[in-house]
């Protein structure tokens, strides 16, 4: 056999967390697309203001990984991360900040199942990274040639 129940189980919940992600982060473009739209701030204001919303906008989305790893870690043989002291929810928070930015400290290391949660989030990381940067990049084209 390829993979086993615990394989499946962790790709199944690992795509779960991408999807919850990734709609997370599309409703947010959406409503920071239609508030820019509304609002009557000057323009440069309007992209700091959404800077600051995408910044949240990927932390929530860390804390969703991070949320997900806590619990897996909890099920006997799904895996959990190595480290040198007890760990605690803002320690898998922590660590799902590493990963997906891909920065990788590599202090505290994924073992078992768990490092496919790891893989994929790295991945999605990029790419939720790379969807604020170029809806940012848009906004303010759009937004800082109209500004006086």
Do not use: C
Not at 55 to 77: A, K, R, T
């Amino acid at each position: 056999m390829i993979l086993d129940k615990v394989h499946l189980y962790t790709a199944g919940a690992t795509l779960l967390v991408i999807v919850i992600a990734v709609l997370s982060h599309y409703e947010g473009l959406r409503f920071f697309t239609r508030w820019i739209a509304n609002t009557k701030l000057r323009p440069r204001l309007r992209i700091v203001l959404l800077i600051h919303g995408l910044l949240l906008l990927h932390s929530v989305e860390i804390w969703i990984f991070g949320i997900g790893y806590w619990i897996f870690s909890m099920v006997p043989g799904y895996g959990s991360l190595l480290s040198n002291y007890s760990l605690q929810l803002i320690d898998f928070v922590y660590f799902s900040a590493t990963v997906y930015s891909t920065l990788g400290f590599g202090d505290l290391v994924p073992v078992g199942p768990l490092r496919f949660m790891a893989g994929m989030e790295s991945v999605t990381g990029l790419l939720l990274i790379t969807w604020s940067a170029s809806f940012t990049y848009l906004e303010m084209v759009r937004y800082w040639r109209t500004e006086d």
